[in-house]
């Protein structure tokens, strides 16, 4: 073994198969008894339940690319139409306008007539398109970067729910500039969000792009898989299951890396693509500076709660992709993703696959059992969607302590790890907590620690 992989995730899966196609050998140790970390698709009676991604965004194109690299070219599967998203606010469900960009309307007709917004609070928001640009510098959080330009509606009931579900961080906490720098970017070179989110959408249009989000027939476990395929039969890769990393010391140039086991590895280099607090534990001999870098980054816990449930327990059919919770709702779910609906092939016929987040608005409600949450999502789901009786199928996945909060400072806290980092280029940290948590990110930083400890090694002249 010349490189030591921690984390059998989708970033060090990455890492290990770049490896492994340089022709490096490589070991990839992981401490639960499978591989995808958090991307886990289930095929139970005929429905195909995600416990983390559903989905991937295209226009970062590093798992596109992957996914055909791995020849699943065929497998990539846009949502269905029509692409109806709800929100939950002030106690009713109204329509997400169309043409709704990450956080801004990219069409201007459906925001003018959406009744999410009163004809005051919609003047509100149109006093950015005659304010001045604030010429400041340094991350604010992306709630008091909008509420200056947009004021508090649109930020609550909108950009707050978009927002806070993909990254699981309040809205008025979150980093501006690691999260949406585009926004930043828009006031530099347009001064009015509108107008520049307006301008980006005819863009758009006119290139004929649909979904930003594709995914797998198989789901995204069809990619781990394939992902486990092609190392499996590079014949580089020694995969070891059920080993947890317990220490990391330097051994001359390389590391002595201590398993939970007693064993002993002795690697070049060595790529850490564990979740950010395992990362940070295993820094501290090495490298305590980076190690308080990554501490500082904060994480929390989420649960998908799946469900499934005949149609006719339904009492008006569901529409559309799902729901958002705005905050201050007196409601446990953060959001709904109606699986069935978004994506074909998930569910059998005459029956519903809900896909259901909690840990963002109640996160006392995840110290509960399995059975305790289900029963306040059906009590939830009962209230407001008319679903009525058990679910068919129950599955609840928690990630606790493991979801990177991107809050305000994040880049400084990446930056200083990384500058930690720099004398010991053979030593490579990678993965959600650093520079993107979705799964394109993700690819992107395995590929990105594979090329240095690559180079690294080619620097010493070990290869
Ligand atoms: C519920 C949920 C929904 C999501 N939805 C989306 C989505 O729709 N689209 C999207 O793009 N992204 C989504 N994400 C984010 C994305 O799935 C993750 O950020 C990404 O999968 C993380 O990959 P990773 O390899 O960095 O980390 P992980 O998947 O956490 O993998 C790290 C691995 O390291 C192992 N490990 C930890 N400590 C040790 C140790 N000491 N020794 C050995 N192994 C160790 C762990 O067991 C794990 O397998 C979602 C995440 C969740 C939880």
Redesign the pocket.
């Known amino acids: 073994m010349t490189v030591l992989v ?7 899966l990455t890492t290990a198969y770049t490896l492994a196609r340089s022709g490096i050998p490589t070991t990839l ?4 008894d499978r591989l ?4 886990r698709t289930e095929s139970v009676d005929g429905f195909l339940v995600e ?7 295209s226009y970062r194109p590093a798992a596109l690319e992957l996914a055909r690299e791995l020849g699943l070219g065929d497998a990539i599967i846009a949502p269905t139409n029509p692409r109806t998203v709800w929100i939950r606010a002030r106690g009713r469900f109204v329509q997400m306008p169309e043409g709704m960009g990450l956080v801004l309307p990219t069409r201007l007709g459906p925001f003018i007539s959406t009744d999410m917004f009163s004809p005051l609070e919609k003047l509100r928001i149109s006093l950015d398109l005659i304010q001045p640009r604030d010429g400041r510098g340094g991350d604010v959080s992306v709630g008091a970067f909008l509420r200056r330009r947009l004021g508090g509606a649109l930020v609550d009931r909108l950009a707050g729910p978009l927002l806070g579900g993909v990254y699981g961080t309040p809205i008025d906490e979150l980093s501006l500039d690691a999260v949406v720098p585009q926004l930043r970017e828009a006031e530099r070179l347009h001064r009015s969000l509108l107008l520049a989110s307006l301008a980006s959408g005819r863009a758009v249009r006119v290139r004929g792009s649909g979904s930003p989000f594709v995914s797998l027939a198989g789901g995204m476990g069809q990619l781990t898989g394939a992902l486990v395929g092609a190392i499996t039969r590079s014949g580089g890769v020694e995969v070891r299951m059920k ?4 220490s990391l010391e330097r051994h001359g140039g390389g590391f002595d890396v201590r398993l939970a086991n007693g064993d002993l590895l002795r690697p070049e280099a060595v790529v850490l ?3 950010g607090p ?1 990362t940070a534990g ?1 820094l501290e001999t090495i490298a305590p500076a980076a190690a308080s870098c990554v501490r500082a980054i904060a994480h929390g816990s ?1 649960a ?1 709660v799946s469900l499934a449930y005949r149609l006719d327990q339904f009492t008006t059919p569901p529409v559309g992709h799902g729901f958002l919770v705005a905050a201050g709702e007196p409601l446990v779910i953060d959001g709904c993703t109606i699986s069935s609906l978004k994506w074909a092939g998930r569910a059998p016929d005459g029956s519903v696959l809900l896909r259901v ?1 909690v840990g963002s608005h109640s996160p006392g409600a995840l110290a509960g059992s399995d059975a305790e949450i289900v029963a306040l999502v059906e009590h939830d789901l009962a209230q407001m969607a008319g679903v009525h009786g058990a679910p068919i199928l129950a599955r609840v ?1 928690r ?1 606790i302590d ?2 990177p909060k991107y809050t305000v400072g994040h880049l400084e806290r990446v930056a200083g790890a990384n500058e930690a980092l720099a004398g010991l280029p053979n030593l490579a940290i990678a ?2 907590a650093f520079r993107g ?4 990110d ?1 690819i992107a930083q395995g590929r990105a620690a594979a090329a240095r400890v690559s180079e690294a090694l080619q620097g010493v002249g070990v290869r």
């Open positions: 921690v984390g059998g995730g989708i970033t060090g140790v992981e401490v639960s995808g970390g958090k991307i416990s983390g991604p559903d989905s991937f965004i080993s947890k990393v317990v693509a564990s979740p395992a295993l989420t998908v987040f996945a990630s493991q979801m993965g959600a948590v979705g799964v394109p993700c």
